[in-house]
């Protein structure tokens, strides 16, 4: 099945750095989504993005719509210890009949 | 608690039998899925239904087979279990195309 493109694999940051990831598509996407995921837990929605462009903000997380819809990125600022998980970005692309496709993802290391 | 809720959350189970892994949403929501997460963390889509009809199914052996009873629930059955179903299986739900909310896992360890 269709791929997401997700960088980097993994990250190891001391706290209260900034922290960025992105994801790259083949094909264009008309929803974008960035979800965490912690040890033993689903995956949970972070920001969802619906437009070309759009810059989304949650709390110290943003995230943005690439202008191709092709891409996008998630910062996380002034990082803190329970940011550690695994951050996955998602797609939906047109007719897909609501089958996301995820990225690999990255997990993140948060040193103190 | 308004929540996707799967049980059991672990399943330690021998190569060859059968078992199965129940999911209910009290969100609402018209379709629910099934994603199979790998040891390396990737998340495959294995099916999707809505309203009750099967709406997505890939590339899975015939040995898993979905069952939904009512929108609220989406049942996942398998049978002849091999080494390799070993994973963390994850019922999510939807309402439309919005995001998709998922449940906590089922980690599958078959010996």
């Known amino acids: 099945g269709q791929q997401l493109n997700q960088s980097p694999q993994s990250m190891f940051i001391q706290e209260g750095e900034d922290v960025s990831m992105n994801c790259t598509s083949s094909s264009i996407f008309n929803t974008w989504l960035w979800y965490k995921q912690d040890p033993g837990e689903g995956p949970v929605l972070l920001i969802a993005l619906y437009k070309a462009g759009e810059l989304t903000s949650n709390g110290r997380l943003t995230a943005q719509f690439g202008i191709t819809r092709k891409d996008s990125f998630l910062n996380i600022s002034a990082s803190i210890p329970s940011d550690v998980g695994i951050y996955f970005c998602a797609g939906l692309n047109p007719g897909s009949a609501r089958q996301l496709t995820f990225g690999s993802g990255t997990q993140l290391t948060v040193l103190p | 608690d308004t929540a996707v809720s799967q049980t059991p959350k672990y399943l330690v189970t021998q190569m060859g039998n059968d078992k199965s892994i129940k999911c209910e949403q009290n969100?609402?929501?018209?379709?629910m899925y099934w994603y199979k997460q790998d040891s390396k963390k990737f998340l495959k889509i294995m099916f999707s239904y809505n309203n009750k009809e099967l709406i997505i199914n890939e590339t899975v052996p015939n040995r898993f087979s979905p069952k939904s009873p009512d929108k609220a629930h989406l049942n996942l059955h398998i049978n002849s279990l091999e080494l390799g179903d070993s994973a963390v299986y994850f019922c999510?739900?939807?309402?439309?195309?919005?995001?998709?909310?998922f449940g906590n896992g089922t980690r599958l360890t078959v010996t």
């Open positions: 969100l609402g929501h018209d379709t």
């Open positions: 999510a739900s939807s309402q439309e195309r919005a995001p998709l909310h």
